[in-house]
């Protein structure tokens, strides 16, 4: 008996705190961080929720901060970059996917209008010194990513100028102006980097290996695969990345009138629409399918389906499902090229292979036939890693197999799908790995758990707010140099941001807070521990759930006692 | 990260709970049910009026499970007399404080059966005789802390313990009584419904009722998981869904006259909200043709509010909640 | 000054005395003079407070509690019906220990109907826990209200001051009203502490579980019992102050060795002394006016009584089908005496009806009787009633 009756019953104020209605809890809401799909479907590795939330708070350069800690080339990738994250956007479930893209090519165009610098220092002088092999993305982002380390990087590249692939992207997808900007403002931390360095010619895997505390191997594939109809080529035969490269350095291309570019690939497309806009009577030919959103994606073309589009607005000739059966030759010079219309079919074990189905053949008259078909790792210098495969096979770190402190990233890896970002991904992965052997400290877990699925977002919370669009030249003003797509402005970069879900992590809405019917869920000025703004507080906390079920962004859920 | 890892002590946590940036008329530690509406509601209430109130309580959950003694989780002047007196206890205090010169509001709670039914007269008492009272009715449709027996206010067909379906009968007869109407009719200057599922619009009619001298009138739509048999965590989910059917309006009257409504968007079926509560189970009864009336007349009842109230939003960009239900990074909305 | 007044006048007047803040009723013959009375005086400046005429005397009651609770000073009345419809309200208002005052203007209980006088009303609220004052006259109303205020916020508990409806309420008297200084002086401005507070928010009205309850209930007895002191006290007081007694918790009229004593509550008080001096040849007899009821004062009560044979209880209610309220309570507060009290139980002057003095005849002839008749309305007429509504154990008068 510790209280004395007052007299009449009256109570005092606030005194139930001595009442834990936490002891009634059989499930317990917790915060839990997951992946938006944007991040987990990153080939970077970006967080893009992670800086949109930056972007919605007014803080842009924060949220470019925490973009380069990931992808060092921003202005590039939000060009380029097939991004896959607008594709698995939950928002798209809603109403439309947002344009993470054009935030991430806002915030790396911003960077470079502004001269933001990249929030690293150099490496100590006594820091472990790592050899970079090749110059185009994977290199430049697995340098950067070192040196974000504390570790002393040199890249080699055979070239006069860092950039690789990068080059080959015209400018009216890719200015050159900003490849050499980003780059050159990447190399300014510390980097050092010696051109017309050929590995096998210049310098030598055993001299790397002796020399360098470790080595990533970023070659690119520079070898052009072999193409034949039955054994009989035209004489003279252009490889599309070759031309793609022509074009690059010199503005020049070999005379014709009408082409047909074999291959679905970006370097198909790209090829063709230069030779489009060269006034050549572009055609491709390609096996697989023209991308429909309304069917599944399996056979569709590799090139980015933006390009695709432009490409058949601008009036190159698409031939899907066709493959060439011959060559029609006036001597060693093409006349024209025989198709017909293929299928990818199961056979009798399911698998599925191409038919060919006679009687759908039909002329393409052509004077140039150009295959794009995809270029394998150069093998010079490397044959020992290579072991006359096409590729390098690496680990989930970009480790070669079986070889000590070799890394490897970018297209001359195998399984690669040959986009800028994937590379970027690849370098960063192998210098986080590079840099905890050499610190020799554990390797992180890598995250592949399941992202937030749009059934356990709360919509309600959501209202209908339309995709920020970049503008886009029309046919008539599009030409070889100007970029066709513009930028956003910075108040489309603010309407973007607000629109993410913020799938599964904390968005601090106030939701959990304000609808808590027990009071336990208290809100912090700083962020908490887990990432988020609120603490529960289980002493009060009855577990009915109110707080998961509102939480827009899924981020909590409830556990059993 | 779960919580395993968290390192917040109960003094941070005490310390916490001290500092939050809202008022908290309305402490942890009280007894109401899990995922309680009517907890909610209150909670909201007195978060928006502030401290500077004196608050009648009716006799009801809301005064049992937030005041078994020697405990009380009010951190405001508080009174429960009786079931059927609180517009006189709350006319008392308004009369006393106006005589001692004291601006502090007098608040007036009752559930509905404290506001339609027993509590009725001298609700209707201290509105006409003008008392700068603000009365809040927690509605949660039946008479839930005597054990789920129906009131005036329980709707159509719903099954309470005095209103069993059998093979006489489906539910309780008669409807819902619509007290806004009524209570508007005693010329008082606002009257207004609103839901615990749209927050900000409830403490904003809060405050703007707090703002006006004279008698005003809140109704809260407030699901109650154990009479209405739901989930807890479904109460704002089933609350949301009562307005977005139609079923229950969100409206504002001034001196009679609707000044305000939240536009339902895209009305969802009736049947998306009662298929939620066992208290309408036997309207889904396979094969009753009683039960299919039954939902064609709730169907019914809710397509007449949308029509009388005019609660179709008109325009191209209808919101079902003028944004009231919309996050937004950093909690603004809840200002 | 005395001034010739309308007991409810008289009162309006004392109310307005006592400053109170808030006045709520409803009106209800024949309290309704009072509550005009006070609108008067608040019409024309002579009072200030907030009078609020309420829907019902439920919400007359609810509403002063309210009041009370927030810290101000409050009143009300009310009478037979009334009393009745506002008894959950009055038992709360005990329960809570809230102080305040109400005057009942004891009327008949409906049904039959009747708007005339006896004390059925506040009898039927005798256990609410208020301390219940009757007055014999109009000067001991008016000094008892204002005796009410003190008690009350001394105790701590609700007062209802009763006077006979018509009989005290509507009757011209020449009345002593006292002047606001005097009234001030005795009675302190109301500072409640535990009104409610913005800033010391206490919660009224809890849940007390099985645990607390007899406590609650023990504490709220006890506290009855216990304001016979500031009763007493507050008499005393005002006796110094004024020059006049309201009447203590009793008084005692007669011969201090009188065998026969008259024990009754309220206005009939006055007709029985007029009754003794016409009828002098009857024995020397003991008029002794209960004025504090709630609490009982069985002590006082014994020591008026110690020289008594027989004690003739007459009051204005009954308990059917057991019989007089006043007189078990009496013979029930006499027992175990030195020497025996025999204790003679009647109800008068029911709905109104006059009480002539003959009644004093009838009541001695009563004590004469070697055992004392069973209890009975003394003055009913049998042959207004049909044969088969008689009663058969009834005693022919």
């Given at each position: 008996?510790?209280?004395?009756?007052?007299?009449?019953?009256?109570?005092?104020?606030?005194?139930?705190?001595?009442?834990?209605?936490?002891?009634?809890?059989?499930?317990?809401?917790?915060?839990?961080?997951?992946n938006?799909?944007?991040?987990?479907?990153?080939?970077?590795g970006?967080d893009?929720?992670?800086?949109?939330?930056?972007?919605?708070?007014?803080?842009?350069?924060?949220?470019?901060?925490?973009?380069?800690s990931i992808?060092?080339?921003?202005?590039?990738?939000?060009?380029?970059?097939?991004?896959?994250?607008?594709?698995?956007?939950?928002?798209?479930?809603?109403?439309?996917?947002?344009?993470?893209?054009?935030?991430?090519?806002?915030?790396?165009?911003?960077?470079?209008?502004?001269?933001?610098?990249?929030?690293?220092?150099?490496?100590?002088?006594?820091?472990?010194?790592?050899?970079?092999?090749?110059?185009?993305?994977?290199?430049?982002?697995?340098?950067?990513h070192?040196?974000r380390h504390?570790?002393?990087?040199?890249?080699?590249?055979?070239?006069?100028?860092?950039?690789?692939?990068?080059?080959?992207?015209?400018?009216?997808?890719?200015?050159?102006?900003?490849?050499?900007?980003?780059?050159?403002?990447?190399?300014?931390?510390?980097?050092?980097?010696?051109?017309?360095?050929?590995?096998?010619?210049?310098?030598?895997?055993?001299?790397?290996?002796?020399?360098?505390?470790?080595?990533?191997?970023?070659?690119?594939?520079?070898?052009?695969?072999?193409?034949?109809?039955?054994?009989?080529?035209?004489?003279?035969?252009?490889?599309?990345?070759?031309?793609?490269?022509?074009?690059?350095?010199?503005?020049?291309?070999?005379?014709?009138?009408?082409?047909?570019?074999?291959?679905?690939?970006?370097?198909?497309?790209?090829?063709?629409?230069?030779?489009?806009?060269?006034?050549?009577?572009?055609?491709?030919?390609?096996?697989?399918?023209?991308?429909?959103?309304?069917?599944?994606?399996?056979?569709?073309?590799?090139?980015?389906?933006?390009?695709?589009?432009?490409?058949?607005?601008?009036?190159?000739?698409?031939?899907?499902?066709?493959?060439?059966?011959?060559?029609?030759?006036?001597?060693?010079?093409?006349?024209?090229?025989?198709?017909?219309?293929?299928?990818?079919?199961?056979?009798?074990?399911?698998?599925?292979?191409?038919?060919?189905?006679?009687?759908?053949?039909?002329?393409?008259?052509?004077?140039?036939?150009?295959?794009?078909?995809?270029?394998?790792?150069?093998?010079?210098?490397?044959?020992?890693?290579?072991?006359?495969?096409?590729?390098?096979?690496?680990d989930d770190w970009g480790q070669?197999?079986?070889?000590?402190?070799?890394?490897?990233?970018?297209?001359?890896?195998?399984?690669?799908?040959?986009?800028?970002?994937?590379?970027?991904g690849?370098?960063r992965i192998a210098a986080e790995a590079i840099a905890a052997k050499l610190r020799q400290q554990q390797l992180p877990t890598i995250n592949k758990s399941?992202?937030?699925?749009?059934?356990?977002?709360?919509?309600?919370?959501?209202?209908?707010?339309?995709?920020?669009?970049?503008?886009?030249?029309?046919?008539?003003?599009?030409?070889?140099?100007?970029?066709?797509?513009?930028?956003?402005?910075?108040?489309?970069?603010?309407?973007?941001?607000?629109?993410?879900?913020?799938?599964?992590?904390?968005?601090?809405?106030?939701?959990?807070?304000?609808?808590?019917?027990?009071?336990?869920?208290?809100?912090?000025?700083?962020?908490?521990?887990?990432?988020?703004?609120?603490?529960?507080?289980?002493?009060?906390?009855?577990?009915?759930?109110?707080?998961?079920?509102?939480?827009?962004?899924?981020?909590?859920?409830?556990?059993?006692? | 990260m779960?919580?395993?890892?968290?390192?917040?002590?109960?003094?941070?946590?005490?310390?916490?709970?001290?500092?939050?940036?809202?008022?908290?008329?309305?402490?942890?530690?009280?007894?109401?049910?899990?995922?309680?509406?009517?907890?909610?509601?209150?909670?909201?209430?007195?978060?928006?009026?502030?401290?500077?109130?004196?608050?009648?309580?009716?006799?009801?959950?809301?005064?049992?499970?937030?005041?078994?003694?020697?405990?009380?989780?009010?951190?405001?002047?508080?009174?429960?007399?009786?079931?059927?007196?609180?517009?006189?206890?709350?006319?008392?205090?308004?009369?006393?404080?106006?005589?001692?010169?004291?601006?502090?509001?007098?608040?007036?709670?009752?559930?509905?059966?404290?506001?339609?039914?027993?509590?009725?007269?001298?609700?209707?008492?201290?509105?006409?005789?003008?008392?700068?009272?603000?009365?809040?009715?927690?509605?949660?449709?039946?008479?839930?802390?005597?054990?789920?027996?129906?009131?005036?206010?329980?709707?159509?067909?719903?099954?309470?313990?005095?209103?069993?379906?059998?093979?006489?009968?489906?539910?309780?007869?008669?409807?819902?009584?619509?007290?806004?109407?009524?209570?508007?009719?005693?010329?008082?200057?606002?009257?207004?419904?609103?839901?615990?599922?749209?927050?900000?619009?409830?403490?904003?009619?809060?405050?703007?009722?707090?703002?006006?001298?004279?008698?005003?009138?809140?109704?809260?739509?407030?699901?109650?998981?154990?009479?209405?048999?739901?989930?807890?965590?479904?109460?704002?989910?089933?609350?949301?869904?009562?307005?977005?059917?139609?079923?229950?309006?969100?409206?504002?009257?001034?001196?009679?006259?609707?000044?305000?409504?939240?536009?339902?968007?895209?009305?969802?079926?009736?049947?998306?909200?009662?298929?939620?509560?066992?208290?309408?189970?036997?309207?889904?009864?396979?094969?009753?043709?009683?039960?299919?009336?039954?939902?064609?007349?709730?169907?019914?009842?809710?397509?007449?509010?949308?029509?009388?109230?005019?609660?179709?939003?008109?325009?191209?960009?209808?919101?079902?909640?003028?944004?009231?239900?919309?996050?937004?990074?950093?909690?603004?909305?809840?200002? | 000054?005395?001034?010739?007044?309308?007991?409810?006048?008289?009162?309006?007047?004392?109310?307005?005395?006592?400053?109170?803040?808030?006045?709520?009723?409803?009106?209800?013959?024949?309290?309704?003079?009072?509550?005009?009375?006070?609108?008067?005086?608040?019409?024309?400046?002579?009072?200030?407070?907030?009078?609020?005429?309420?829907?019902?005397?439920?919400?007359?009651?609810?509403?002063?509690?309210?009041?009370?609770?927030?810290?101000?000073?409050?009143?009300?009345?009310?009478?037979?019906?009334?009393?009745?419809?506002?008894?959950?309200?009055?038992?709360?208002?005990?329960?809570?220990?809230?102080?305040?005052?109400?005057?009942?203007?004891?009327?008949?209980?409906?049904?039959?109907?009747?708007?005339?006088?006896?004390?059925?009303?506040?009898?039927?609220?005798?256990?609410?826990?208020?301390?219940?004052?009757?007055?014999?006259?109009?000067?001991?109303?008016?000094?008892?209200?204002?005796?009410?205020?003190?008690?009350?916020?001394?105790?701590?508990?609700?007062?209802?001051?009763?006077?006979?409806?018509?009989?005290?309420?509507?009757?011209?008297?020449?009345?002593?009203?006292?002047?606001?200084?005097?009234?001030?002086?005795?009675?302190?401005?109301?500072?409640?502490?535990?009104?409610?507070?913005?800033?010391?928010?206490?919660?009224?009205?809890?849940?007390?579980?099985?645990?607390?309850?007899?406590?609650?209930?023990?504490?709220?007895?006890?506290?009855?019992?216990?304001?016979?002191?500031?009763?007493?006290?507050?008499?005393?007081?005002?006796?110094?102050?004024?020059?006049?007694?309201?009447?203590?918790?009793?008084?005692?009229?007669?011969?201090?060795?009188?065998?026969?004593?008259?024990?009754?509550?309220?206005?009939?008080?006055?007709?029985?002394?007029?009754?003794?001096?016409?009828?002098?040849?009857?024995?020397?007899?003991?008029?002794?006016?209960?004025?504090?009821?709630?609490?009982?004062?069985?002590?006082?009560?014994?020591?008026?009584?110690?020289?008594?044979?027989?004690?003739?209880?007459?009051?204005?209610?009954?308990?059917?089908?057991?019989?007089?309220?006043?007189?078990?309570?009496?013979?029930?507060?006499?027992?175990?005496?030195?020497?025996?009290?025999?204790?003679?139980?009647?109800?008068?002057?029911?709905?109104?009806?006059?009480?002539?003095?003959?009644?004093?005849?009838?009541?001695?002839?009563?004590?004469?009787?070697?055992?004392?008749?069973?209890?009975?309305?003394?003055?009913?007429?049998?042959?207004?009633?049909?044969?088969?509504?008689?009663?058969?154990?009834?005693?022919?008068?």
């Amino acid at each position: 008996m510790e209280s004395k009756l007052t007299r009449g019953g009256f109570a005092y104020p606030g005194t139930t705190l001595v009442y834990k209605t936490g002891s009634w809890r059989i499930q317990r809401p917790v915060h839990t961080h997951r992946n938006a799909p944007c991040h987990s479907a990153c080939p970077a590795g970006e967080d893009p929720q992670a800086y949109l939330a930056l972007l919605d708070e007014d803080k842009p350069r924060e949220a470019w901060e925490l973009l380069v800690s990931i992808n060092p080339l921003p202005a590039i990738t939000g060009r380029v970059c097939p991004h896959p994250c607008e594709s698995v956007c939950n928002r798209g479930q809603y109403d439309e996917p947002l344009a993470i893209h054009s935030i991430e090519r806002y915030l790396g165009d911003q960077a470079l209008a502004k001269n933001w610098a990249y929030p690293v220092s150099p490496a100590a002088e006594n820091a472990p010194h790592v050899a970079v092999v090749g110059a185009g993305p994977a290199g430049l982002a697995s340098a950067y990513h070192l040196i974000r380390h504390g570790l002393q990087v040199t890249v080699f590249d055979e070239l006069s100028e860092a950039g690789g692939t990068l080059f080959t992207i015209p400018d009216y997808r890719l200015p050159r102006e900003i490849v050499r900007k980003e780059i050159e403002r990447l190399l300014d931390t510390g980097i050092s980097f010696k051109s017309r360095h050929k590995l096998g010619r210049e310098i030598h895997l055993p001299e790397l290996q002796q020399e360098y505390a470790a080595v990533f191997l970023a070659p690119g594939v520079m070898k052009s695969n072999e193409w034949s109809v039955d054994g009989v080529t035209p004489y003279d035969l252009h490889e599309g990345l070759h031309l793609l490269k022509q074009w690059s350095d010199v503005a020049s291309l070999p005379a014709m009138k009408s082409a047909a570019v074999i291959g679905g690939g970006n370097t198909a497309i790209d090829i063709a629409r230069i030779l489009n806009r060269n006034g050549v009577d572009t055609h491709i030919v390609i096996h697989s399918s023209l991308p429909d959103p309304d069917k599944p994606a399996a056979d569709d073309m590799r090139a980015i389906p933006r390009e695709i589009e432009q490409a058949l607005e601008e009036g190159v000739q698409i031939h899907d499902h066709h493959g060439v059966k011959r060559l029609i030759l006036r001597g060693e010079k093409l006349t024209g090229i025989e198709i017909l219309r293929m299928r990818k079919l199961p056979d009798e074990e399911g698998r599925l292979h191409r038919v060919a189905f006679e009687g759908t053949e039909s002329i393409l008259h052509v004077d140039q036939v150009i295959p794009a078909i995809g270029q394998v790792v150069d093998a010079a210098g490397m044959e020992t890693l290579l072991d006359g495969k096409s590729y390098f096979s690496v680990d989930d770190w970009g480790q070669i197999e079986g070889k000590e402190n070799i890394y490897a990233g970018g297209d001359a890896v195998e399984g690669n799908g040959g986009t800028v970002t994937e590379a970027i991904g690849n370098g960063r992965i192998a210098a986080e790995a590079i840099a905890a052997k050499l610190r020799q400290q554990q390797l992180p877990t890598i995250n592949k758990s399941e992202p937030v699925h749009f059934n356990s977002l709360n919509m309600e919370y959501f209202e209908p707010s339309s995709r920020v669009e970049q503008v886009i030249l029309s046919v008539e003003e599009r030409t070889c140099e100007t970029e066709i797509e513009g930028g956003i402005s910075g108040l489309q970069a603010a309407h973007e941001a607000n629109r993410c879900f913020a799938c599964g992590n904390c968005l601090r809405c106030d939701n959990c807070w304000t609808l808590c019917p027990d009071s336990a869920v208290l809100k912090t000025n700083e962020v908490t521990f887990d990432g988020s703004f609120y603490v529960f507080d289980y002493d009060y906390c009855k577990g009915c759930g109110l707080c998961a079920s509102e939480c827009p962004t899924g981020y909590i859920s409830m556990v059993n006692e | 990260m779960n919580e395993d890892t968290q390192t917040v002590t109960p003094e941070t946590l005490m310390q916490l709970r001290k500092n939050q940036p809202r008022f908290e008329g309305l402490e942890s530690g009280h007894r109401a049910c899990l995922g309680c509406g009517e907890a909610l509601a209150a909670r909201l209430v007195t978060e928006a009026a502030g401290p500077d109130v004196m608050i009648a309580n009716a006799t009801g959950c809301l005064e049992i499970f937030t005041t078994p003694w020697p405990e009380s989780a009010w951190r405001l002047p508080w009174m429960h007399s009786l079931f059927e007196n609180t517009g006189a206890i709350a006319a008392g205090m308004e009369a006393a404080l106006k005589a001692q010169g004291k601006p502090t509001k007098v608040l007036a709670f009752a559930g509905d059966g404290g506001t339609f039914d027993i509590g009725f007269q001298s609700l209707s008492g201290m509105l006409e005789r003008g008392h700068n009272v603000l009365f809040v009715c927690f509605d949660n449709e039946a008479y839930m802390n005597t054990g789920i027996q129906s009131s005036s206010s329980t709707p159509h067909a719903a099954m309470t313990t005095t209103s069993p379906p059998g093979s006489a009968r489906m539910g309780k007869q008669n409807l819902k009584k619509d007290i806004l109407s009524i209570v508007a009719a005693h010329h008082i200057p606002y009257a207004a419904t609103a839901s615990v599922a749209y927050p900000s619009d409830l403490r904003k009619k809060i405050r703007r009722a707090m703002e006006i001298e004279g008698p005003t009138f809140i109704q809260i739509h407030s699901p109650c998981p154990l009479g209405w048999g739901h989930d807890g965590a479904d109460s704002i989910k089933v609350a949301r869904l009562a307005v977005q059917t139609g079923l229950f309006p969100v409206i504002e009257l001034e001196s009679r006259e609707m000044i305000g409504s939240m536009p339902i968007r895209n009305p969802k079926p009736v049947t998306d909200y009662l298929v939620l509560q066992q208290r309408f189970r036997h309207l889904f009864q396979q094969g009753d043709v009683r039960a299919i009336e039954e939902l064609a007349h709730i169907q019914a009842l809710a397509d007449h509010n949308i029509k009388h109230f005019k609660l179709r939003g008109e325009g191209m960009d209808a919101q079902d909640s003028d944004g009231a239900d919309t996050v937004c990074r950093g909690g603004m909305r809840w200002a | 000054m005395r001034k010739a007044l309308e007991g409810s006048q008289a009162i309006a007047q004392t109310v307005a005395l006592c400053r109170p803040q808030v006045v709520a009723a409803y009106p209800i013959t024949p309290q309704t003079h009072i509550v005009e009375n006070i609108a008067k005086l608040v019409a024309n400046g002579k009072m200030e407070c907030e009078l609020v005429s309420v829907e019902s005397e439920f919400s007359a009651a609810s509403l002063v509690l309210g009041a009370a609770s927030a810290g101000s000073r409050t009143y009300t009345a009310s009478a037979s019906q009334g009393i009745l419809l506002m008894s959950e309200v009055l038992y709360n208002i005990a329960g809570l220990r809230i102080p305040m005052v109400m005057t009942c203007a004891n009327r008949a209980i409906s049904a039959p109907l009747s708007i005339w006088n006896d004390q059925q009303d506040s009898m039927a609220v005798r256990d609410a826990g208020w301390i219940q004052l009757y007055c014999s006259d109009n000067q001991e109303a008016v000094d008892t209200t204002i005796q009410a205020y003190r008690i009350s916020e001394a105790t701590e508990l609700p007062v209802m001051v009763c006077m006979d409806g018509f009989t005290l309420t509507h009757t011209l008297e020449p009345i002593d009203i006292p002047d606001q200084k005097m009234v001030d002086t005795y009675l302190p401005p109301f500072n409640f502490s535990r009104a409610l507070d913005p800033l010391k928010p206490t919660s009224v009205g809890t849940l007390v579980s099985p645990d607390h309850y007899s406590e609650a209930r023990h504490s709220h007895h006890h506290a009855l019992l216990d304001a016979i002191n500031e009763i007493v006290a507050a008499d005393t007081d005002w006796q110094q102050l004024s020059g006049r007694s309201a009447g203590s918790l009793l008084s005692v009229d007669g011969p201090a060795d009188a065998h026969i004593g008259i024990l009754t509550l309220g206005s009939i008080f006055g007709t029985l002394c007029a009754a003794r001096d016409t009828f002098t040849e009857l024995p020397a007899t003991k008029l002794i006016k209960l004025r504090s009821y709630r609490p009982f004062p069985v002590d006082a009560l014994r020591q008026a009584c110690s020289e008594l044979t027989d004690l003739i209880v007459l009051e204005r209610a009954l308990s059917p089908g057991f019989g007089g309220i006043v007189s078990s309570e009496v013979q029930a507060a006499l027992t175990h005496m030195a020497s025996e009290v025999r204790v003679h139980s009647f109800a008068v002057g029911l709905g109104g009806r006059d009480m002539p003095l003959e009644i004093y005849r009838k009541l001695h002839k009563q004590v004469e009787v070697a055992v004392p008749a069973p209890f009975s309305i003394i003055d009913v007429e049998l042959e207004k009633l049909s044969a088969e509504d008689h009663g058969t154990g009834a005693a022919t008068n």
